[in-house]
């Protein structure tokens, strides 16, 4: 059986006159880059330690948490705001029409701390405040203006919203009738507003930086929706479309010949369009 040869051990380099010299290293600097692609740190010294993620999530919720938190708190006096004047404004309603006709109701009706209905006659106003804070992309409504550049807190809103459904679908649960959405109130860190909405709303200068929330831009803002219901007709379908109904929308107690409001238009629809057509 033949022999296998020797394993020599590794040798240092030689020097031309063939005597050993020191083994061969890298220089200080070569290496792999680190994972921010920047050079590894010479021989001894130590690298720097990296800052704890602890504490940037908490720098975070320090810094957002903390806004929100204060927006909601503003959003919620507002909504209280808008229920005491929604209150005073059907007292007066009441007063004006009940002696002409009391068949015409006029009335508050509290649902929870969020949600309050106003009914009036054939329409029902139901207003909402939505739980969560929100922010929009930078070219949508008051971001990209100098008030809102000057302060990153307020590029964050709780918001309002005000619906318009028929009262009977409320009365009889027609599960299936439409609401429509007349308007939605923004409230920022300053407690200032943005109103945007339907055309009928009367919408002032939305320049947040001049409008802070008072009990008058509030009641504008319930009177401009009250209108903008009542001014806004069912339409009647066509004959073609209840020529059929189903035994399920029977016993649901579904209207098929139930009207649509179809008069809504909402000023963002407008508002990037000249009278010739034409963007501005």
Same mark, same amino acid.
């Given at each position: ?5 020797? +394993? ?57 948490? #903390? ?5 909601? =708190? ?22 004006? +029409? ?10 508050? =009706? ?41 302060? $990153?807190?307020?590029? $964050? ?7 318009? $459904?028929?009262?009977?679908? +409320? ?85 098929? #010949? ?16 000249? +009278? ?5």
């Amino acid at each position: 059986m033949d022999e296998l040869p020797p +394993i020599t051990p590794a040798t240092s380099p030689q020097t031309d006159d063939g005597t050993p010299g020191a083994p061969h290293t890298a220089p200080a600097t070569a290496g792999t880059p680190n994972s921010e692609g920047n050079a590894p740190n010479a021989p001894g010294e130590p690298a720097p330690s990296p800052q704890d993620r602890l504490d940037l999530i908490s720098d975070g919720l320090k810094q957002k948490s #903390s806004v929100k938190q204060a927006i909601y =708190r503003n959003t919620l006096a507002t909504f209280d705001m808008l229920r005491k004047v929604s209150q005073e404004l059907v007292v007066e309603l009441s007063r004006r +029409i009940t002696p002409v006709d009391s068949s015409v109701i006029i009335e508050y =009706r509290p649902v929870n701390d969020m949600e309050f209905h106003i009914r009036f006659s054939g329409d029902l106003l139901v207003f909402v405040l939505h739980s969560n804070i929100v922010t929009f992309p930078d070219d949508y409504g008051p971001m990209d203006t100098k008030y809102v550049e000057e302060d $990153f807190r307020r590029r $964050f809103f709780g918001h309002i919203m005000a619906y318009n $459904f028929m009262a009977d679908s +409320i009365k009889y649960q027609r599960l299936n009738d439409p609401g429509y959405l007349v308007g939605r109130l923004l409230i920022n860190i300053d407690s200032h507003y943005f109103l945007e909405g339907v055309q009928q709303l009367e919408l002032p200068d939305n320049d947040m930086s001049d409008n802070p929330v008072t009990e008058e831009s509030l009641r504008l803002f319930v009177e401009s929706a009250m209108i903008a219901a009542v001014n806004n007709d069912l339409i009647a379908p066509p004959l073609t479309d209840i020529q059929k109904i189903s035994v399920k929308q029977k016993l649901e107690n579904q209207q098929v #010949s139930r009207g649509s409001k179809v008069g809504f238009s909402f000023y963002h629809e407008q508002r990037h369009q000249s +009278i010739d057509g034409l963007p501005y």
